[in-house]
């Protein structure tokens, strides 16, 4: 018999980190995607859950997060549509570098990912497109505007067809960098 004093406090917590509206799969109406983390003294899990209040339709993921899968530095390579589903944890102080463009910015220049947080390759992408944008308007000297224009709409194009292969580095000083979840596992340390 297990009285509840014996039950042993294991730390348990769970942290709700975004909530999205998407279409429902089966009926197409709204549906919400809910990405929530589960703690415990043993064990971290990335719980996905898709739920349609239209039709009832629900649909669970669990991801174990080992701690051995933390990186300090993690390179994604994106050239097909669904590495741009590819999710990943960023911790807060991380920058984000596309070599093939130059492109390099610390986070806390993204306005979407200012803490650490729970991303998307394609959000990513749209969010350094947006930034990257302003500065090509702010139009430093020495910038080429032209350049720096063709970069925000290369960058745009790839969040939704990543026809032309890139790279998404992304670097943080403490560690801590995870990938949640993987469709085709083409990430590796760097
Ligand atoms: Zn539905």
């Given at each position: 018999m297990v009285s509840s004093s014996d039950r042993i406090d294991i730390g348990e917590r769970v942290y709700i980190l975004s909530t999205q509206k998407i279409g429902c799969p089966v009926c197409g109406n709204e549906a919400s995607l809910i990405i929530s983390e589960y703690r415990s003294l043993y064990e971290t899990l990335i719980i996905i859950?898709?739920?349609?209040?239209?039709?009832?339709?629900?649909?669970?993921?669990?991801?174990?997060?080992?701690?051995?899968?933390?990186?300090?530095?993690?390179?994604?390579?994106?050239?097909?549509?669904?590495?741009?589903?590819?999710?990943?944890?960023?911790?807060?102080?991380?920058?984000?570098?596309?070599?093939?463009?130059?492109?390099?910015?610390?986070?806390?220049?993204?306005?979407?990912?200012?803490m650490g947080n729970y991303v998307t390759v394609d959000g990513i992408l749209l969010d350094i497109a947006d930034n990257l944008e302003k500065v090509c308007i702010e139009a430093e000297q020495g910038l080429d505007i032209e350049k720096c224009v063709n970069i925000v709409n290369t960058l745009r194009r790839s969040a939704e067809n990543p026809s032309t292969p890139i790279t998404v580095r992304v670097i943080s000083s403490v560690g801590n960098i995870r990938i949640v979840r993987s469709y085709r596992n083409n990430f590796k340390k760097c």
């Amino acid at each position: 018999m297990v009285s509840s004093s014996d039950r042993i406090d294991i730390g348990e917590r769970v942290y709700i980190l975004s909530t999205q509206k998407i279409g429902c799969p089966v009926c197409g109406n709204e549906a919400s995607l809910i990405i929530s983390e589960y703690r415990s003294l043993y064990e971290t899990l990335i719980i996905i859950t898709l739920r349609c209040s239209n039709c009832e339709y629900k649909k669970a993921e669990v991801i174990p997060i080992i701690e051995e899968d933390e990186y300090k530095c993690t390179e994604v390579k994106v050239e097909n549509v669904e590495d741009l589903k590819t999710l990943l944890f960023i911790p807060p102080g991380s920058s984000i570098e596309i070599p093939e463009f130059e492109v390099k910015l610390e986070l806390a220049e993204l306005s979407d990912i200012v803490m650490g947080n729970y991303v998307t390759v394609d959000g990513i992408l749209l969010d350094i497109a947006d930034n990257l944008e302003k500065v090509c308007i702010e139009a430093e000297q020495g910038l080429d505007i032209e350049k720096c224009v063709n970069i925000v709409n290369t960058l745009r194009r790839s969040a939704e067809n990543p026809s032309t292969p890139i790279t998404v580095r992304v670097i943080s000083s403490v560690g801590n960098i995870r990938i949640v979840r993987s469709y085709r596992n083409n990430f590796k340390k760097c």
